[in-house]
């Protein structure tokens, strides 16, 4: 096994500092580089990434079990981020959900279909465009039960038969705090007659519904999948289904891909999954360093322009969110060292997904130090462990406790992000 040069400067220091840290097993793994040797002067070189493409690779937007935070998105949104964008961005969501059996013994087995009334009642948790307006959508039958919503990415969908009946949520029933109200859609008894037996069962037998935004919406509302209930009455009694999956679907609608007007940014957005792609491989800088530096600390870097949730050219009713999170991906090569060799979590077996600072800053996106510096002290040495790179959202309800909780997928969201491309740089610290 070729061992890189960083690997043995580890076993050696570590014994010449203290034989006793060599049996501290609070030291294994704990990723923090190697740590400059009395007398050694550490300088700090930037090397700039070079952009290869923008790349769309649309985000995993489902979810198959519990998961309290995770959310559904209905809706349209418009947004030209301020006049930054060579046109607007038109973006459309539509919303699944699974229903499962009753969350206690169905007490409704011998009642008939016309004493039973049914509501679904949804918590909204996230909202993107303009909040005075009214969120006009449709509520579908799935065409089939059983569908896997679980690992969906946002540019597939699930087959619908019945239209059920149209609804108009108003600005009013979402005007509390994010996730203090509830919007209860009443289904029509005709559905209850078809569901009937579905609806007075303890299996899970109904398909589900698809939300889907009609006429001219300018807003994109989220609603929590773990309080999505599907409630059904009589005068005497209640039974709720839960919702046992959800997935959503974005897409852009926009005649013409918007760019950003300024020629050194671009443009990220999460749900559509448009993120950006760079290496270093075409970077001569990065080149001359092979072979000539020892470093003990690297760490990946890109600054965002934050004007675009702080300006003041924004409506006062319009509500754009700001990214909380990012994530750095990149593909191995092939034959190379698997992604827990070089302490980088595992997407599936091509991709790794590096560890990152948990902030919930919108302007600063940074990888954990530890966590980079094989990659990039294997790379210096002539042994390039990854192909490329790439950046873009994770949006999250809390900053994460650990470094694995900043490699998870972000909740499903339309959020965009404009990245400065002179500012995507990996640091390396040099001995």
């Known amino acids: 096994m070729l061992y890189s040069r960083l690997t043995g400067a580890l076993l050696c220091g570590a014994v010449l500092l203290s034989l006793a840290a060599c049996s501290d097993p609070g030291g294994v793994g704990a990723n923090v580089g190697r740590e400059p040797l009395s007398g050694e002067n550490p300088s700090e070189t930037t090397v700039m990434a070079v952009p290869?493409?923008?790349?769309?690779?649309?985000?995993?937007?489902?979810?198959?079990?519990?998961?309290?935070?995770?959310?559904?998105?209905?809706?349209?949104?418009?947004?030209?981020?301020?006049?930054?964008?060579?046109?607007?961005?038109?973006?459309?969501?539509?919303?699944?959900?699974?229903?499962?059996?009753?969350?206690?013994?169905?007490?409704?087995?011998?009642?008939?279909?016309?004493?039973?009334?049914?509501?679904?009642?949804?918590?909204?948790?996230?909202?993107?465009?303009?909040?005075?307006?009214?969120?006009?959508?449709?509520?579908?039958?799935?065409?089939?039960?059983?569908?896997?919503?679980?690992?969906?990415?946002?540019?597939?969908?699930?087959?619908?038969?019945?239209?059920?009946?149209?609804?108009?949520?108003?600005?009013?029933?979402?005007?509390?705090?994010?996730?203090?109200?509830?919007?209860?859609?009443?289904?029509?008894?005709?559905?209850?007659?078809?569901?009937?037996?579905?609806?007075?069962?303890?299996?899970?037998?109904?398909?589900?519904?698809?939300?889907?935004?009609?006429?001219?919406?300018?807003?994109?509302?989220?609603?929590?999948?773990?309080?999505?209930?599907?409630?059904?009455?009589?005068?005497?009694?209640?039974?709720?289904?839960?919702?046992?999956?959800?997935?959503?679907?974005?897409?852009?609608?926009?005649?013409?891909?918007?760019?950003?007007?300024?020629?050194?940014?671009?443009?990220?957005?999460?749900?559509?999954?448009?993120?950006?792609?760079?290496?270093?491989?075409?970077?001569?800088?990065?080149?001359?360093?092979?072979d000539s530096v020892v470093v003990s600390r690297a760490q990946i870097r890109a600054s965002f322009d934050t004007g675009i949730y702080e300006s003041n050219n924004t409506p006062s009713d319009f509500v754009r969110p700001s990214a909380s999170d990012y994530r750095i991906l990149a593909t191995r090569r092939s034959g190379g060292p698997s992604c827990s060799t070089l302490d980088l979590s595992k997407l599936n077996d091509d991709t790794c997904v590096f560890p990152m600072e948990a902030s919930e800053d919108p302007g600063d996106a940074q990888s954990d130090r530890g966590s980079t510096i094989d990659t990039f002290d294997r790379w210096l040495s002539g042994e390039r462990p990854l192909d490329a790179f790439r950046l873009g959202i994770a949006d999250r309800d809390q900053i994460p406790s650990g470094l694995d909780g900043t490699t998870r997928r972000g909740l499903p969201s339309t959020i965009p992000a404009v990245v400065k491309l002179d500012s995507v740089n990996v640091a390396l610290t040099e001995l």
């Open 52 to 290: 290869t493409s923008d790349t769309t690779e649309a985000s995993l937007t489902g979810l198959d079990g519990q998961g309290q935070s995770w959310r559904f998105l209905v809706g349209n949104v418009s947004d030209n981020l301020d006049g930054r964008l060579t046109n607007n961005l038109e973006i459309e969501a539509d919303g699944y959900v699974d229903i499962g059996g009753p969350s206690a013994s169905n007490p409704f087995s011998n009642t008939s279909a016309s004493e039973l009334s049914a509501s679904l009642r949804l918590v909204p948790t996230y909202r993107h465009g303009d909040t005075t307006a009214t969120l006009d959508m449709e509520l579908c039958d799935l065409q089939s039960s059983g569908v896997d919503m679980g690992r969906t990415r946002a540019d597939e969908s699930f087959a619908t038969s019945n239209r059920i009946q149209s609804y108009s949520i108003s600005p009013a029933d979402l005007s509390a705090p994010l996730d203090q109200d509830t919007v209860t859609l009443d289904l029509p008894q005709s559905w209850i007659d078809n569901n009937a037996s579905a609806l007075k069962s303890d299996d899970d037998n109904l398909n589900g519904f698809k939300l889907a935004p009609t006429g001219s919406n300018t807003v994109i509302v989220g609603f929590q999948h773990g309080s999505a209930t599907l409630r059904v009455t009589t005068n005497s009694d209640t039974a709720d289904f839960g919702v046992q999956q959800s997935f959503t679907h974005i897409g852009e609608t926009s005649g013409s891909t918007p760019t950003v007007s300024s020629p050194n940014q671009r443009l990220l957005l999460d749900g559509v999954g448009r993120g950006l792609a760079f290496n270093w491989t075409k970077s001569d800088k990065f080149a001359a360093l092979t």
